[in-house]
Each structure stands twice: as structure tokens, then as C-alpha cells.
């Protein structure tokens, strides 16, 4: 209800302030010379401006002033004095900094003595005056609101803006034009009439060009319905009309929006309708012209209506008396803009930029300019003739040097409104000088991606330059480097195997554009390369249905992808069309159908090119085997395993090549199998498995399929990993590189061990060619190695790894070293084919084979085949090609096997290792040690447990356990089981231990491999498999201690040795060793339960070494 009577107030005087206030129809600002005292940069805002208007008013524009710095994005908006959003727009084309206008995308009509808001984000820096708002600031109509509020602002940019301080001005404004309207302060002083309905209006002129904005009428209280305004020309013809939708109880009404032009010289009649009542000024109160800016009245028969009652909507040309019915009209007066005044270049100017921006002086009441460019001053032909242009700015094309151009500007208004042209103005441009490009051009080939383009500068001269990339001759959206201080630039980022433009623009040090080069062009590194398929070719008969193929280039390249071609039988089947597509690497597994004949063929795709396919390549899948239900072999019968990242073992009871495999595993004994595989395609007799929980029991099973069938379940296996101790993390020991070893390649693979269980472990490592400074290079590897890429050829190497348990780092390993090869060798590292992943072969004599992914002419192999996985006594064999028939192996024998290739003076890398096992048919089986093995620390009771990697009548296990390594002295146990646990070991010591199987027949097999352990509870000297190669006294750990603590020692020679430990005044109060000791690492249990805390010392003594350390005792 309040916000009803205020507009009813509004709309019933805000005719009076047309009389009491300057007609201005101009453009109008809130601001005019106001400049801002300073900047605040305290946070990003919505920064506002509440005002009000004395006239009726068309705001068409938002400002702001813009600080220098400011930055991002602007909104303009305005709002009522509740928080009401009005009008928004985002300014487009700011400059950097000062006054900034946005024209509205309609008018916002505001009505008089009506307080709104005008506000704009900042986001950096903002303008401040403080206290200029506390007294009103007017211009013309136009004036600030003095409430001791204003300078209004919103901590978050985009809302309204309520909060004030200091009266602070942050310079934001309105562009607004004030409406006229014939009557002021007319009211209906004759008062109210009820005879109509009539339609009743007042005749009157324009001195100018106007446009309707709405129509209007003076609505007494006891008038009713709906009303509608027209305009009539003088002969009673309507022009338009509008309705009156939101109309209010009494006083002037304002009708819908309406847009129609109105010319000097012509007679108008505006006319509303009336209903039940009407009111008016007086008898004769139009005898004479009422003025009212651009509007008069007409003398003399005037205060028309339509005639008898009852005749709303006609034409009103009857009158009594010039009597005024108070109905009126709504006008925008449109002006001739004036015409504008050329800003840039300077008129005569010299030496301007062959590529220059025309500029002018922004007109008001401009809605566009035509602009006219010439080299003749008299305009006879045109080099740009452009009309319609919405900015006052225009960027010419690249000119001519030294040449004189002309040009002149006109500005047009609504309907076409124009002044003419500006006045002619001159400019005459740079002198020309030559710019060459050097390199690369004339399309060639580069060979990296990163190239060094340059230029020269005959003349020579202090420039700078702009470079243009694009791969379109046009130089359609090109990339654009500018400012380069030199005559060359590298070049990123840059699309493998393209055609690319480029060319140099020249500029003065102060910017002025002086010439351009030739065009060049290059093609990029990365070009589509013809493959070279390298496996499977020749027809060989795969042992799998799920084949790998691999490829290789014969020439450089980068970037590339691949296109593969698979089709059942010869090369002819081939059509040329990729049944593969956007394969990243140089191999593509695939899964095909048994017994069938294939062919293949790859391209490369670089960009949108394509090589052409490399030459075509057969081969068989084997025919469909028989499913056999595998038999697991470890971890079974409860087996005790030491590590949470176990192994599974089965094999076939008989003969079947091609077989795939799916495992299932669950945790807890009493957990159901679901019967949904947990680890599918296997192409394997075993897989491993990460990241069980410690102490927690497993069980698993394991089933064959040919891809389509698959074979019952195996019965179940279970086991039980080790569980979680509370320790310190072990300090790890570096395995391999090591030692200064050279490695055949710019990648290697890091390796370490722990002795102790790894569960729960991570490790970081660093690697550096210079010194290592304890900052890991690679964190959080889970792992017992890892894998480094891209060294450095011919480079030394230094590495380190440290273990993490529970938040716990270790202290960090021994630094090891090792040297990649000087040259990347041409000699390739193999890839193994068959046999692999521990398959039965079924015969002593089996044929080896494998292949490069790289050309291979000219290269031998070096073959080694072992019993053992550390190669000990190691058959070496030398084929010239890549398959090697193996004679008079041993039934039931586990076999491992390595080859690398020769090129006459490098070998390459040694290939993956192979396992296969015979066919034990009724010779013993070779068991496998599982676990505990690879030096990990148990506790002095462990469980040890092993298996037959293929089927066997193995009925008892002969057990061998040994303080030596050798195996002398040692103790031996026979099971029929394929564990047994042992008990009161002694602390602290290593054991080795290995196993053989006898069959029903009392044939032994050979021992298996000799696998080692550590009981834990160290109380003694341990001696460690790695041999330092200096001196070193460690720190103790932990550190502070209560009451026992490590001491470690190095020993890079063997002699006599004493560690005593010393109290803070230097006197000794133990000794814990004296005695010859060997070369290696030994550790020590120092027990200080009969010391009292402080700070203590240990030294060791020997070889002429003094080596000291602190340590704290804390109780």
C-alpha cells in the first residue's frame, strides 16, 4: 500500500518540476569535473552511486571511472531503492583507464524525485574521494542523494550495495535524457464530468524531430475501465496506439512503451478515452498556445472530443470552449549529432605505422559513423568506404609505405540524422626497410619440436618484431609472439608432422609497424613414418588367443598414433581399413579365435596424415585346447606367507597350450566364494597379489578358459599373511644397479630389499647425476623397485632409497652408482615369446623363441639358461637367430632363461626373465622355496612353505636348514607336507634353507633353490649380504632411546675392531665389541638399563679408522 501511494504521488506531480527546472534534453551525467583524490585496493567490491532525477528520464548508459591497474571484467547495474534490480550490462572495449560508457541494451525510464542506485564491480583497485558525497552534487536534472549515506558499496561484487562510508564518490554514473511532455502544473481545477463515454484529446505541435515514448492522462477518482491512447495526424487518420495496463487510482497515468517519430510542420492529436468520469482544467484554458520545450499546444479549436456520448475510439475533432481534458504525450526529442573531430593519427602526421587505427571523437546522440579512406584527397576512389561503424575507432589493413593517405568521418543519428562529413584529414607512412627470413624455410623438415626460427635485418637498425605461426596459408587465426628484442625465437608447442606458415612483422622500439617479411614455411618434427611390424611375422603358430603385436619406425618421429588392420586369413584378406584405431604405443593386444589364420598391417597417423601401411605379416592361433582345471600349488594348507603382496602358484595336470586364467580370492576362511572372478586374463601359471591386510587368513581358487569356456573351479587354497609387528622402519638395501654397473640403456629399473616383511612399507628414492642431497626424487612407490626412463647417455648416476612404515621414515640406504651406456646401443633388448609364465612344457627338448621391436639385421644373441633364478652355472649359448632348441633338460625342473642381443661391440639389456617347467611324468618335481625367502626377518618360530610348479607323484620333502650358506652342517627334516615350521631358532641369525621332493619310487629330485631369512631379536653381530665399500659409523635407532638401541657399523676390510660407548664426561662404560671382524654391515643391541639418562657417545676403533657418533638416553 505505501509503495502505491508513492507512485501515485510520483505520477501526480512530477509535472510540476518541468516548470521549475531547465528544459535540457542533451545527454545528461551525474558528473562532470569530479576527479578522483586516490585508490583503494583493500578487496573487490560492488561499488555504487544512489541519485534521482527532477524530470522524467530515459537513462541510456552506465560509466564508471577506471584506476589505473584496474583489472577483469565489469557489470553496470542499477537499482531501485529496495535492492531491486533494474538494468544490468557488461562493458565491452575498456580502456585502460578513466571514464568507461556502456549504452543500455533498451532505455530505463526513471521517474522524478525516485531515489535509484548506479553501481559497478571492481576487482583490484577502485577510485576513492572521501566525504565528496556528503553535500549534493547536481548536473542539470540530475543530482546525488545528501543522506549521510551515500558512496554506497557490497563487500560481494554483484550485490546491491547499501553500505556507506565517509560519503566516499567511487565515480560511478548514468548517462540519462530528460522526456517532455506538453502540460506541467494543469490540473482539473473546473473539477469532474460523468456525461461521456467520449474519446477526448489536444491538438498540438513539435518544433523538432521527437519520438513518442508514451501517451498520458489525468485519471480522476471516480473514472473506471480500460483506456487507450492514440496518436492522430490532422485529418483524422490514427498513427498508433497503446494501452494503459498498469494503471493507478487517481492522477497521471503513463501508458505502455510506445516508439514512433513526430516532424516539425505537421498538426498531432493525442487522445485517451474516458469511461464513467473525466476531469478539466476550465473553460478557455486553450485559447492560448501552452509551451512546454519542443511541444505547443494549437490556438483555437482545441480540448477536442469525439462528439455525442457513447463514442470512445473515434477521431476527437469537436470542442467546447478550448476546454483542456488534461491528455498529453510523452517525447524523446532526437537531435543532429554533431560532427565528430579526428583523434589519430595526428592530421599531417609522418612516419605513421602501416598499419594504423583511425580514431575519433565519440558524438552524442551518434548511433553509428561512416568513415572514408583515400589516397586521393578529393575521395575520387576509396580504399575504405565504410558505413554503419559503431566504434569510434577502425583498424586499417597493412598500407603501402611512404605513401599519403586522406580519410574524414561523419557521424548519423536516428533516422539517418547527419551533419556531413568532418573536415580531411592527412597521414603519410613509415619509410620501408627489408627483413630476410633465414631458417627454416621452403617447407623444409625439422627434427625437433622446439625449433629456432630467425631473421636478419639487411639495414641493420634497432628493431623490434612480431612472429606470426599458423598452419593455414591465410594465416587464418595465427599465433602471434610479440615483441621479440632479437632476430631469432624458439618456438613450443608446436602439432607433430604439419605444414606450418610463418612470417615477421617489423615495429620501430616505440611500436610503429614498419614492413613485413616473405612468407616461410617448415614442417614440424613428428611426420606419419611407415611402421615396421616386428611380431608375430613369418606364420608362426601363436601359443595364445590373445596375442600382443608389436611394431617399430625405422626413422625418427614424435607424437604419433597408430592404426592396426586384423583379419582372418592371408595378407590378401587385407582391405586397407583400420579395424584398430588411435592406438598410443607401438603394440596392440588383440583377442582372436583358436586354429585360425591371420594377417596384419599398421600405419602412423601424425595430425590428420597418414603413412602408408607397413608390409603385411601372417600368423596361426593355435586350435582350441582342452580346459583343465588347474592345481594350486602355493600358498596352500594354511600356509604362513611373510609378506602382504603374495604369489599365487597352480599348474595343469595335463597337456593344454593357450589356456587363459581367472583367480577368485577372499578374505576369511568362512567367507563364500561369489563366484565372480577377482583377477581375469592371466596368461600365466601364477599372479601376484598386493596390498592384503597383515594377520588376516585368505583362501583362493583357480579355473582354465579357452575365451569362450571356461573350466570348474579348482578346489580352494588358503594361507594366512604374517602379522603386523610394532617396529621401526628397516633401512633398505640397494640390490641392483649398483657398484658403478653399467647399464646397457637409458632406462633401468631400481632395486632394493628389505630384511624384514615389507607389508605396510613405502619407499622414496633419490637419483641424481650430481650430488644427492637427501630430497626424494620419487615418493610412495609400494614396491620393491622402480622403473626410470629417459637418462642421460654416458652418464654416472648416484641413487638412494629410505623405507616409510606407520609415518616413519627410515634412514636413508647406503648411495649406490651406476653408469648408463655412452651410446644408445643398436643392439635391442629382446622380448621373450615362449616359454614363459612358469608353463609345462611337455618335452626336455624345447624350443626357445623371441623377438626385437626394433630392425634386427646384423645383430646375434647371448642365451642363458639356468636352474636358478640367480643364473648360478648358467648355460650360454650364442644363437644367430632369434630361436634357440634346447637338449637333455631335466624332468620336473624349473627352468629360467635370458637372452640379449649383439650388434659386435654393445650388448643390449638382458630381456625379461623366462620361467617354464619339464614335464615331470614320473621323475621328482624340483620344488619351488616360497616363503620365507629373500633375506626377509620372522620371528624365531617360522612357518616355511614351498611347491611343485607342475604335477607330481611327490610323496615325502626332504628339508635342509642352515646357519651357512653353503649349507654346511645342516639340520634336516622330512614332511609329507609341503610346510613345516621350525622352532627355538636363534635370534638374531640368518638361515638358508632349501628343499627336494621324493617320489613314490625313493627318487629324490635335485634341491631347490637356497632361500634365506632372519630371525628377529637382534642381540648379536649380523653380517650383511651388501659389501660397503667405506668405512661408516651410523647413527643409532631409535634415537633417543629407552632402554635398547641399534648400533651399526660398516666394514669395507676385515681386521680387529672395538666399539665402546662413553658417558658425556669421556669415561667408558661398556665395551660391546672387540674382535676380528669380516668385511660387511654388523649391527649391535646396546642395552642401557643399568644407566641413568644423558648424553652418551660411541666409538669405533680399528684399521687406523676413529669414528664417533652421539646418542641420547631418555627415561
Known sequence: MKKEQRVNYILLTFFTFFLFSGIIYSQNTIFTNQVPASTGNDSDYELGTKFSSDLLANVNAIRFYKAAGETGTHTGKIWDNSGSLLASVTFTNETASGW????????????????????????????????????????????????NNNGVFNETPGQFPAQSYNNSNYYVDISAAALNTIFTTQLP????????????GVKFTTSQIAKVKNFSFYKTAGESGAHIGRLWNSTGTQLISAPFSTEIGTGWQLSDPLSFYIFPGNTYTVSVNSNTEYGAVGLNSLDNAVTNGILSTVVGNNG????????????????FNNNNYLRDIVVEPVYTPAIPTALSPLNNASGVSIEPILSWSPVAYALSYNLQVSTDPSFSTFLVNETGLTTTTYSLGTLDNATTYYWRVSSVGELSLTNGFSSTYSFTTVNSVQVVLSYPVNGVELFTLTPTVSWYMPMGGSWK????????????????????????????????????????RVKTTTGVVVTYSQVGTFKSFGKAVKPVAS???????????????????????????????????????????????????????????????YSWQVRSKSGSVYSDWSAPASFKTIPLPTLVVPTPSWPVGNALVYSTSPSLYWYLGAASTGLTYQVEFVEGLATPFSGTPSITNINALSVALSNLNAGSDYKWRVRSTDGTNFSAWSNAAAFKTIAPTSVSPVIPYPSFPVGGQLVYSTTTSLNWYLMTSSAGYTFDIEFSTGALTGTPSVTGITSLSYNLTSLTAGATYKWKVRSKLNGVYSAWSSEQTFTTVNNAPIAAKPILSWPIGRVTVYTNSPNLSWFLNSGSAGLTYQLLVANNSGFTGAAVHNPAVNQFQLSGLTSGTTY?????????????????????????????????????????????????????????????????????????????????????????LDAGETYFWRVRSKNNSGEYSEFSEIAQFKSSGVTSVEKSENIPSEYELKQNYPN????????????????????DIYNSLGERVTNLVSKNLDRGVHKYTFDASNLSSGVYFYRLTGNNINLIKKMVLVR
Open 304 to 319: 477536442v472530443f469525439s462528439g455525442a456520448p457513447g463514442t470512445a475510439g473515434q477521431f476527437p475533432n469537436f470542442s
Open 1040 to 1059: 633417543p632411546f629407552n632402554p635398547t638401541t641399534i648400533l651399526e657399523v660398516s666394514i669395507a676390510e676385515s681386521g680387529f675392531f672395538s666399539l
Open 535 to 597: 611380431y608375430p611375422i613369418g606364420n608362426p603358430v601363436l601359443n595364445t588367443f590373445v596375442p600382443t603385436l608389436y611394431w617399430y619406425l625405422n626413422e625418427a618421429s614424435t607424437g604419433l598414433t597408430y592404426e592396426v588392420e586384423v583379419r582372418e586369413g592371408m595378407p590378401a584378406s587385407l582391405t586397407g581399413v583400420a579395424t584398430h584405431g588411435n592406438v598410443n604405443a607401438q603394440n596392440l593386444t588383440v583377442t582372436l579365435l583358436p586354429g585360425k589364420q
Open 100 to 147: 568507461q560508457s556502456i549504452n543500455l541494451s533498451s532505455p530505463l525510464l526513471i521517474q522524478p524525485n525516485t531515489v535509484y542506485t548506479v553501481s559497478v564491480n571492481s576487482n583490484v583497485i577502485y577510485p576513492i574521494t572521501q566525504n565528496e558525497l556528503a553535500s549534493q552534487i547536481s548536473n542539470s536534472f540530475l543530482r546525488t542523494i545528501a543522506d
Open 896 to 984: 629360467y632363461w635370458k637372452v640379449r642381443s649383439y650388434d659386435g661391440s654393445v650388448y643390449s639389456s638382458f630381456s625379461d626373465v623366462g620361467v617354464f617347467v619339464t614335464l615331470a611324468t614320473n621323475a621328482s618335481v624340483v620344488p619351488i622355496p616360497a616363503s620365507p625367502s629373500g633375506g626377509v626377518e620372522i620371528a624365531t618360530t617360522p612357518m616355511l612353505s614351498w611347491f611343485l610348479p607342475t604335477a607330481s607323484e611327490a610323496s615325502i620333502y626332504e628339508l635342509q636348514y642352515s646357519k651357512d650358506s653353503e649349507m654346511n652342517n645342516s639340520i634336516r627334516i622330512e614332511t609329507e607336507d609341503a610346510n613345516t615350521t621350525l622352532n627355538n
Open 189 to 200: 481545477t473546473q473539477g469532474t464530468f460523468n456525461d461521456g463515454p467520449y474519446e477526448m
Open 465 to 504: 618484431y612480431d612472429l606470426f605461426l599458423s598452419t593455414t596459408s591465410n594465416f587464418l587465426a595465427p599465433q602471434i609472439i610479440p615483441n621479440i628484442s632479437s632476430t631469432s625465437q624458439v618456438i613450443n608447442n608446436l602439432v607433430p608432422g604439419t605444414l606450418y606458415y610463418w612470417k615477421v
